[in-house]
């Protein structure tokens, strides 16, 4: 008895070793799917009720609100998901998606691909809403010192906390819950330089 409680400790241990060992920009691979139609509406590890329309993941050892950028490896687009869930719980998964991000990877229609997890961030309460194309939000109105420039490195912009600002990830584009005062400024020159690439593959 004393012994297969011993093991249980330690068995505990490794989990929670394993679970709060991460940080920023820590990368993995492997493969990942995406949630059955079965799971939606109910409530996910953490309480919360799982939403197609939301950008979370479940996975089995990340802490729970870590912000991971997942990548689909055969055609390299990539989206930002929470986790919020533990799953899935097949050997060779790592990852189980909601609808949006799913279908925004290409993988919807596929089932299964191969992916590469980066941990991007570890702050639960944040709003991720994902951007396609690019626009001046910015307001008279609004204040200067709450605009950035954007570095047009990456095809997709979110919209984040404010205290995300700070973060060195240019396909950011961040405005504090509820209060859409801080949003950011992407320049014309930067924007004309976008849209004239995007003409350039077409």
Not at 84 to 91: A, Q, V
Request: hydrophobic share 35%; charged share 25%.
């Amino acid at each position: 008895m004393i012994t297969q409680l011993m093991g249980m400790i330690c068995a505990l241990t490794v989990v929670s070793t394993t679970c709060f060992a991460q940080k920023l920009g820590d990368e993995s691979y492997g493969i990942g799917s995406f949630y059955a139609d079965f799971f939606y509406n109910r409530p996910t590890s953490t309480g919360e009720i799982l939403q197609k329309n939301q950008y979370t993941a479940a996975h089995m050892t990340l802490p729970f609100g870590t912000m991971v950028e997942v990548t689909n490896l055969a055609n390299k687009r990539f989206v930002i998901v929470r986790v919020n869930d533990r799953g899935p719980f097949k050997p060779s998964r790592i990852i189980d998606l909601t609808e949006n991000p799913a279908k925004w990877l290409r993988i919807k229609g596929i089932g299964l691909t191969k992916v590469k997890l980066k941990v991007v961030g570890f702050d639960g309460d944040i709003m991720l809403e994902p951007f396609d194309s690019l626009s001046l939000t910015a307001s008279p109105k609004f204040e200067p010192k709450f605009y950035q420039k954007t570095k047009l490195k990456y095809k997709r912009y979110y919209r984040l906390k404010k205290n995300w600002r700070k973060r060195k990830y240019p396909q950011f584009k961040f405005r504090r819950l509820k209060v859409s005062s801080y949003l950011r400024k992407i320049s014309k020159q930067r924007q004309r330089q976008y849209l004239e690439s995007i003409q350039r593959k077409k």
